[in-house]
């Protein structure tokens, strides 16, 4: 099993970025999706939850209203759209499946001029 991130790079404040997750070797649509992220010298902080069905979703405080998490089990992957971008967004960001202890390799968001 695992979890293929991509779609990071750099963008300039309040701009846009969406993240994929392919996921391949498990059952993708009975388990959550989770994003987490971290930045240099920070702890890895949770960032976005979608239960299982794509109804659920939930962020954590920081991106709340500017980001929004979305899954399509059709396909066995997992989105993370990014709006309104600044500097304290800039962290590797991962996927997980804490039921499974999956982790992707990551995909590097950096916000700058």
């Known amino acids: 099993a695992q979890l293929v991130e991509s779609g990071g790079g750099l963008v300039q404040p309040g701009g846009s970025l969406r993240l994929s997750c392919a996921a391949s070797?498990?059952?993708?649509?009975?388990?959550?999706m989770t994003w987490y992220r971290q930045a240099p010298g920070k702890q890895r902080e949770w960032v976005a939850t979608?239960?299982?069905?794509?109804?659920?979703?939930y962020y954590a405080d920081p991106v709340k209203g500017r980001f929004t998490v979305s899954r399509a089990d059709d396909r066995d992957i997992a989105w993370l759209q990014m709006s309104s971008l600044n500097s304290e967004d800039t962290a590797m960001y991962y996927c997980?499946?804490?039921?499974?202890?999956?982790w992707g390799q990551g995909t590097q968001v950096t916000v700058s001029t």
């Open positions: 997980h499946v804490p039921s499974r202890g999956l």
């Open positions: 070797g498990y059952p993708f649509h009975a388990y959550d």
């Open positions: 979608v239960r299982r069905g794509g109804v659920d979703t």
